[in-house]
């Protein structure tokens, strides 16, 4: 089964548009291809229904349907970091449990993308972070860098974290999320010697993206191979 975990330098980076873009690309290699988001903070009313947008943004780039109860385990009502959205409603998130519906929904797919919520050490409870579910899912990791000030470091701390945790860094995307960034492709090339992991697409500035236009150069083992 091939998959992947993606996180982001931080949170609003564009890792939904990413994923979706991931999905999208898989889609050619694979038939049953799933996207997750064991997590989401803040949900929406849509067509009569509580869900969040993020998860669905994922069951539409997908290519097999699935419950919500496997695809986005845990929904809560309000878009802050996931332990306090937890608390507000007395709900404890636990790392175990969203593994396993990830391993139930990994008997269902081909590939799987797991979306992660915030950046990579978003908390999740009073001990565990994003970085504790990356690890327990053991996926490789693919990082979405928001082209702004401030990149660089949060780029590489990020490589960093994934690293010690002992998971592989499979590539990284950049996302255009301020037009006005100066130098971006300077930018981009540093990232490029310095984060050790190939580029996998570099997605322009654009008011609503289309996550099925996105080229993405999956890693070689994704195209039809196990990576795991």
Excluded at 16 to 25: P, Q, V
Excluded at 46 to 74: C, F, K
Excluded at 126 to 155: E, F, S
Excluded at 216 to 225: M, N, S, T
Aim: proline share 7%.
């Amino acid at each position: 089964m091939t998959g992947c975990f993606v996180t982001g330098t931080d949170t609003g980076v564009g890792k939904t548009l990413a994923a979706c873009g991931l999905l999208h690309a898989l889609r050619a290699h694979h038939a049953r291809v799933i996207g997750m988001k064991p997590v989401a903070a803040g949900m929406a009313c849509i067509d009569g229904r509580w869900a969040s947008e993020d998860a669905l943004a994922l069951r539409a780039a997908s290519s097999v349907e699935v419950s919500p109860e496997l695809d986005n385990p845990l929904l809560l009502p309000d878009p802050m970091s996931p332990h306090l959205a937890a608390a507000r409603v007395g709900v404890r998130i636990e790392v175990a449990e969203l593994a396993r519906s990830y391993r139930a929904l990994a008997q269902r797919a081909d590939a799987v993308v797991v979306e992660g919520a915030g950046g990579f050490h978003v908390p999740l409870n009073d001990t565990d972070t994003g970085a504790d579910l990356a690890q327990a899912l053991g996926l490789p990791v693919v990082l979405v860098v928001g082209l702004r000030l401030g990149c660089l470091n949060h780029a590489l701390l990020t490589a960093e974290a994934i690293r010690s945790r002992g998971l592989a860094l499979a590539g990284w995307i950049g996302n255009h999320i301020d037009p006005a960034m100066l130098a971006p492709v300077d930018n981009i090339d540093y990232l490029r010697k310095r984060l050790g992991a190939p580029l996998l697409a570099v997605i322009p500035h654009a008011a609503r993206p289309d996550p099925r236009g996105l080229a993405i150069a999956l890693p070689p083992p994704w195209r039809g191979e196990a990576i795991r």
